[in-house]
């Protein structure tokens, strides 16, 4: 799990890493005011994260929160 404060008007990624050893089977995110932030992207990056991709369009700094459901490598 990550999470992170995004300034107002700011674009940025998020990712949520697996532990070694395992691997990324899904993911999502979490926000406090859905109706002020644009979410781009959200899927997995590579096979270890879960990326998304957040735009705050408030004028306050809003917190984000990404999780990784990760399994045991095999």
Same mark, same amino acid.
């Given at each position: 799990?990550?999470?992170?404060?995004?300034?107002?008007?700011? !674009?940025?990624?998020? +990712? @949520? #890493?697996?532990?070694? %050893?395992?691997?990324? +089977?899904?993911?999502?995110?979490?926000?406090? $005011?859905?109706?002020? +932030?644009?979410? &781009?992207?959200?899927?997995?990056? %590579? $096979?270890?994260? &879960?990326? #998304?991709? !957040?735009?705050?369009?408030?004028?306050? *700094?809003?917190? #984000? *929160? #990404? *999780? @990784?459901?990760?399994? +045991?490598?095999?």
């Amino acid at each position: 799990m990550a999470t992170n404060d995004i300034v107002k008007g700011a !674009f940025i990624q998020v +990712l @949520a #890493v697996c532990p070694e %050893g395992k691997v990324v +089977l899904g993911g999502g995110y979490g926000m406090i $005011d859905p109706a002020s +932030l644009q979410v &781009w992207s959200n899927g997995p990056q %590579g $096979d270890r994260s &879960w990326s #998304v991709r !957040f735009r705050n369009t408030s004028l306050q *700094t809003l917190r #984000v *929160t #990404v *999780t @990784a459901n990760c399994v +045991l490598a095999r």
